[in-house]
């Protein structure tokens, strides 16, 4: 079972914790021998869902929007990045080059392309940019692909 995730960035700490529960707690219903982690692995939800899979002994797919992508992350998060990349058992491409929103919305929809079920880290608005988390929700559900949304209750962004 592959599953992608897509999810907001930048939650601060008290929804970081409620989201990693809800990722754990996700992933803890899947036989972990047939998991396949589907992620962009940027920090906060893509990141955390990679770990979590991997700690529960899935697997884990990277897909990499654009050659310049990792340089346009956080530089503390860079470490985690190359972490997780050293563990991808497969890597997919979009052969973009420049890390713009066109080339994150064609990372996600490679991502969703690979995915049997999409997780997605969302507080239900729309997208504050192209490519955000409401359009990758938008193309999972043009593609019919199942989503499950994940959101503390009560959280804000």
Not at 7 to 20: A, K, P, S, T, W
Request: proline letters at 4%.
């Amino acid at each position: 079972m592959r599953v992608g995730i897509t999810g907001h960035r930048g939650l601060d700490e008290e929804v970081e914790r409620q989201v990693r529960a809800l990722l754990d707690e996700a992933v803890s219903r899947y036989d972990a021998a047939e998991l396949v982690a589907v992620s962009c692995i940027a920090d906060g939800p893509d990141a955390w869902f990679a770990e979590s899979v991997l700690s529960h002994g899935g697997r884990l797919e990277v897909v990499i929007p654009a050659a310049e992508y990792r340089a346009n992350l956080p530089e503390w998060h860079h470490e985690v990045y190359d972490r997780l990349m050293s563990r991808a058992a497969d890597v997919h491409e979009t052969g973009m080059t420049e890390s713009t929103s066109e080339a994150h919305q064609a990372g996600s929809e490679i991502l969703v392309g690979l995915a049997d079920e999409l997780l997605a880290v969302w507080d239900g608005k729309p997208a504050r940019g192209f490519g955000g988390t409401a359009d990758v929700v938008v193309y999972a559900e043009r593609t019919g692909v199942p989503f499950r949304v994940l959101w503390p209750e009560g959280a804000s962004r």
